[in-house]
C-alpha cells in the first residue's frame, strides 16, 4: 500500500502532462479551407460613395428615418425609410474592416479595423470625420477567422490588413484548428 501511495502523483502529474498535447493531425498535400483577403490600399481612407447593393449584412441602426445598415468589413449604407413600402438608398460609407457600429446623438462610431472612428452624421449629404482613436482594436485585421474549424492559409502580417476570408484549395496548409 506504501507503494502506491508513491506513486500516486507521479501518476497524477503523467496524466496532467498526456492531456496537454494534442492529437497528430496529418496534413493533407491538398485540401478545401479558408485564404485571407488582404485589402490593397489605404484601408483609414473613409469615403462615401453612391448606394450600391448590399452583399454582407450584419447591424442595422434606424434614426430620424434614415437607416444606417451594415455591411460587413466594407462600410455603411444609408437609406432613406421615411416611406417604409419604398426604402431609397442614398449612398455608402466606405470603411474598411467594419464590424460594429453605434449611435448616439449626431455621432455614428464604427471600427475601422483596429481603429475607432466618430462620424458627424448630422447632414447625411455631408460626412465629416471628428475623431480615430488608433489601436483600439488590436487584433482586428491579423485575427483568425472566426467560428472556423479546420484548414485555413496562416496569416501574413506583411501582406497587410485582413478583411475576409474565401473559401479556396489549400496545398499543404500549416495552420488549422
Known amino acids: 500500500m506504501k507503494i502506491l501511495k508513491q506513486f500516486i502523483p507521479f501518476i497524477a502529474l503523467m496524466l496532467l502532462f498526456t492531456s496537454c498535447f494534442e492529437d497528430k493531425v496529418d496534413i493533407p498535400d491538398e485540401v478545401t479551407g479558408l485564404a ?9 481612407a473613409i469615403e462615401t460613395a453612391d448606394a450600391r447593393p448590399i452583399k454582407n449584412l450584419f447591424k442595422i ?15 455603411i449604407h444609408i437609406i432613406d425609410n421615411s416611406d417604409p413600402f419604398n426604402p431609397t438608398p442614398i449612398k455608402f460609407i ?22 475607432l472612428v466618430a462620424l458627424d452624421i448630422r447632414n447625411i449629404n455631408d460626412i465629416k470625420l471628428l475623431s480615430r482613436e488608433e489601436n483600439v482594436f488590436p487584433n482586428a485585421g491579423s485575427a483568425l477567422p472566426d467560428n472556423y474549424f479546420g484548414f485555413f492559409e496562416c496569416p501574413d502580417p506583411n501582406m497587410g490588413a485582413i478583411v475576409g476570408w474565401a473559401e479556396t484549395t489549400l496545398e499543404s496548409p500549416e495552420c488549422w484548428r
Do not use: C, H, M, T
Not at 485571407?36 to 483609414?44: E, F, M, T
Open 36 to 44: 485571407p483577403v488582404y485589402y490593397d490600399g489605404d484601408w483609414k
Open 61 to 75: 441602426y434606424y434614426k430620424d428615418n434614415i437607416l444606417f445598415v451594415g455591411e460587413s468589413q466594407r462600410g
Open 94 to 115: 466606405q470603411i474598411i474592416g467594419n464590424s460594429d457600429i453605434a449611435i448616439k446623438g449626431n455621432i455614428l462610431y464604427a471600427n475601422n479595423l483596429s481603429d
